[in-house]
């Protein structure tokens, strides 16, 4: 199982946030490398897929568990 390259912590974040750090934190990467965001803010659930498919990056897992809301994307082309 591959592991991921980085995982950002936004929870205790409020909009727009998570979005925010979501963003720099995909400029770091190069094409095909995998980031996993841990967010707790409902909108987020919408947010990641909008942003993800906007942007030409894959969300190519999600998750909620006690904790929140866990989304793996990868970086695009």
């Not at 095909?32 to 659930?45: A, N, R």
Request: proline share 6%; charged share 30%; glycine share 10%.
């Amino acid at each position: 199982m591959k592991m991921v390259d980085e995982t950002l912590d936004a929870r205790e974040l409020m909009c727009p946030m998570p979005m925010v750090k979501l963003t720099k934190a995909m400029r770091r990467r190069v094409p095909g490398q995998e980031l996993e965001m841990l967010s707790d803010d409902p909108g987020s659930v919408e947010d990641v897929p909008a942003w993800s498919s906007g942007t030409g990056n894959e969300l190519i897992g999600t998750a909620t568990d006690d904790e929140g809301y866990h989304f793996i994307i990868r970086k695009g082309e």
